[in-house]
């Protein structure tokens, strides 16, 4: 059976009732967002903050950490293809947001924490976080766990976060793009700024076990991409393994695949009616959003900002 079919019809089997009882408690919810040493948070992550903090990594563990709409499921689906060499029907075996724990999250009964669901899973496990470097819980490093940081020029990562938010009713209402551009360049994006962000992370890779990414260079050459994280993460893969996984995590593969595209989620948790989850998939989309005077800011900005960060980001021109 095709991967794609076979998901499908996984899904049929999944828990309709559990998805009807998670719309129903939503329609009771407002969500409203914390903080958290400054960090724009969901309220419900910041109230769980001692829970998340403590949390226990363990030395096999793989860590997908990003800034939002990084890649983070490209990342997610590309490396637990990776740990299976390739069986892309076990690739299939749930949602991706259920196989790969988001341990910041904390959603509404009855779905599980992000840390409930790493608790109760076998190694080694995948994990994915959005956290800026200075929130992981330290474990992480106690454990010397491996993390895949994937980063996305900000123009692209702005615009695809614009959109999240217009849909994911998990998150503030961006309200207009203008607007947007103004929240997300004063790091009050949920999950906070782009810049500490990416920073941070690329200058704790002297310390510790971080492959840095870039979505850029994923969209540029996949495979040449797959294979420097199958090396990092210690797995020599068949050429047939390569190629299977190249095409399960093309973007209209996972557009098309059930278990990647977030459509098994209620409408009332993602509203993929106003725009998909896998939207565009592409760089320089900012350019159809970014006004010219808005350019300009973040031009100067970004030049402020990454003054001395031996850091470069591509595309941004
Ligand atoms: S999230 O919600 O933070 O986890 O979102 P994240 O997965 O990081 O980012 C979603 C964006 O990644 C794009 N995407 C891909 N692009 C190319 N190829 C593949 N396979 C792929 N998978 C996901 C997705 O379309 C979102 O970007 P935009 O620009 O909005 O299309």
């Not at 994280?229 to 050429?239: I, N, P, Q, R, V």
Request: net charge neutral; charged share 25%.
């Amino acid at each position: 059976m095709l991967p794609i079919a076979a998901c499908a019809s996984l899904l049929k089997r999944m828990d309709p009732v559990m998805m009807e009882l998670l719309a129903k408690a939503l329609e009771k919810v407002t969500f409203t967002m914390g903080e958290m040493e400054g960090v724009p948070l969901p309220q419900d992550t910041c109230d769980a903050w001692e829970t998340i903090h403590n949390f226990q990594a363990r030395e096999d563990d793989i860590i997908i950490a990003t800034y939002p709409k990084a890649g983070t499921t490209w990342a997610q689906e590309i490396l637990d293809l990776i740990m299976l060499e390739g069986d892309t029907l076990k690739a299939c075996r749930a949602p991706c947001f259920i196989k790969i724990p988001f341990i910041d999250l904390v959603p509404i009964k009855p779905m599980k924490s992000g840390v409930e669901l790493a608790n109760k899973m076998e190694s080694p496990r995948l994990l994915k976080t959005h956290f800026p470097i200075q929130l992981v819980p330290p474990s992480f490093w106690e454990k010397n766990v491996k993390v895949v940081y994937v980063a996305r020029n900000a123009k692209d990562c702005m615009v695809s976060y614009y959109y999240f938010q217009k849909m994911n009713k998990g998150l503030p209402d961006p309200g207009t793009w203008d607007e947007y551009f103004s929240t997300f360049m004063s790091g009050k994006a949920p999950w906070g700024s782009w810049f500490d962000h990416v920073i941070g992370w690329w200058n704790a890779r002297e310390k510790h076990q971080i492959l840095y990414t870039f979505y850029e260079d994923l969209i540029e050459d996949l495979e040449r991409e797959i294979r420097r994280m199958a090396k990092f993460l210690g797995k020599d893969l068949s050429e047939e393994a390569i190629e299977k996984i190249k095409q399960h995590t093309s973007f209209q593969a996972m557009k098309d695949n059930p278990m990647t595209n977030f459509t098994v989620l209620p409408k009332a948790v993602f509203d993929q009616s106003v725009t998909p989850f896998m939207r565009k998939g592409k760089v320089g989309d900012w350019k159809n959003h970014f006004l010219v005077s808005q350019n300009e800011v973040f031009d100067a900005t970004y030049k402020k900002r990454m003054e001395g960060v031996d850091l470069t980001f591509r595309d941004l021109l």
